[in-house]
């Protein structure tokens, strides 16, 4: 039984490793405490079913999978996971141009005359809604410097939008736009700063 425990113990360790998540992180997806993940952990407690369950459905594997010793095979398993689910991921964004496409083919079809300043700002439009949607899927799996880059590459992307709406009617404050997206991109970089830290202090608690 000890041995069952220890098996269990180093399985969860590797797992939540390989995850890249800290003890907190791990016990806010599940509602338990750090405390309960790190005493699983030490060999010391064994999760119930419903909890292992809910570990094997995180992070990719079978309820089997924590019983058994931790080999090289699962490790790639995992990895092909987390591949799979950055693949959902890209073929979501590529979505957006796919759609976008069909509706530049049908303008082409309908007014071919203006065909080629539609194609330009359906395409213009459809950047900033692909990144919202790779913005979700990075707020369900992953990490936090990641939602940053893409929340940031979001507001740049609108601004660059907005731009080039606004110079069809040449507004001479099309400049303040990018003073805006500075100022957005300020707030977003403090609040993630903000995350980090409020994380880190739970996992040293």
């Known amino acids: 039984m000890e041995d069952m425990k220890q098996i269990i113990a180093d399985n969860l360790v590797a797992y ?13 997806k599940l509602n338990y405490s750090d405390k309960a993940v790190s005493k699983w952990e030490r060999a010391e407690g064994i999760p119930d079913v419903l909890v292992l369950k809910a570990l094997a459905d995180l992070y ?15 490790r ?15 073929l979501s964004a590529g ?3 796919f759609i976008a496409t069909i509706v530049v083919f049908v ?21 900033p809604i692909s990144l919202i949607v790779v913005l979700v899927f990075c707020c369900m799996w992953g990490k936090l410097w990641q939602r940053c880059v893409v929340a940031s590459a979001l507001i740049w992307t609108l601004c660059l939008l907005i731009h080039l709406a606004l110079n069809i009617i040449a507004s001479e404050y099309t400049w303040m736009i990018y003073v805006v997206g500075a100022a957005m991109q300020l707030l ?3 609040w993630y700063i903000l995350v980090y830290f409020v994380k880190r202090g739970k996992t040293i608690k």
């Open 76 to 90: 790639l398993r995992f990895k092909d996971f987390w591949a799979k689910r950055w693949l959902i991921t890209l």
């Open 16 to 28: 939540r490793k390989q995850a890249q998540m800290t003890q907190q992180e791990l016990a806010d």
């Open 95 to 97: 979505l957006v141009y």
């Open 107 to 127: 303008w082409l079809v309908v007014d071919p005359a203006s065909a080629a300043s539609v194609a330009k700002y359906t395409y213009l439009t459809a950047a």
């Open 188 to 190: 977003v970089i403090l």
């Open 60 to 74: 990719g594997v079978t309820v089997n999978d924590f019983l058994v010793e931790h080999t090289k095979r699962k």
